[in-house]
């Protein structure tokens, strides 16, 4: 069974900075593709951020494009979302979810169907 544990949610004023950490478990960290989502209230869960098993490829929602970052350390078998220039719309809570993908692959997963372990989520507000 895999587990994920996001932490380091908090309160930030617009403008700030929070680094979001995944911690997985119960399997082989480097088999999966990591990816991050967001739901505010009232709206579907999006997608944020995804990075392939070996960390060679990422990819990016439109709206935090050059805000965020995504990266992992396998050697540590954690996921990392660092987040600068936070707005009032980032507001939500934020989940990171697991895909295993096969060896070699570059694949970075954006939809939430493809992902099939997820972490209980972590809040982040943005004040403004």
């Known amino acids: 069974q895999v587990q994920l544990v996001e932490s380091g949610g908090g309160s930030v004023q617009a403008g700030g900075s929070l680094r979001l950490s995944c911690a997985v478990s119960?399997?082989?960290?480097?088999?999966?593709?990591m990816g991050w989502f967001r739901q505010a209230p009232g709206k579907e869960r999006e997608f944020v951020a995804a990075?392939?098993?070996?960390?060679?490829?990422?990819s990016y929602a439109d709206l935090v494009k050059g805000r965020f970052t995504i990266s992992r350390d396998n050697a540590k078998n954690t996921a990392y979302l660092q987040m600068n220039s936070l707005k009032p719309e980032d507001m939500a809570v934020y989940y990171c979810?697991?895909?295993?993908?096969?060896?070699?692959?570059?694949?970075?997963?954006?939809?939430?169907?493809?992902?099939?372990?997820w972490g209980q989520g972590t809040q982040v507000t943005v004040s403004s």
């Open positions: 990075i392939s098993r070996s960390g060679g490829s990422t």
């Open positions: 119960g399997r082989t960290f480097s088999s999966y593709a």
């Open positions: 979810a697991a895909d295993e993908t096969p060896q070699y692959s570059v694949m970075v997963p954006v939809t939430t169907t493809r992902y099939e372990y």
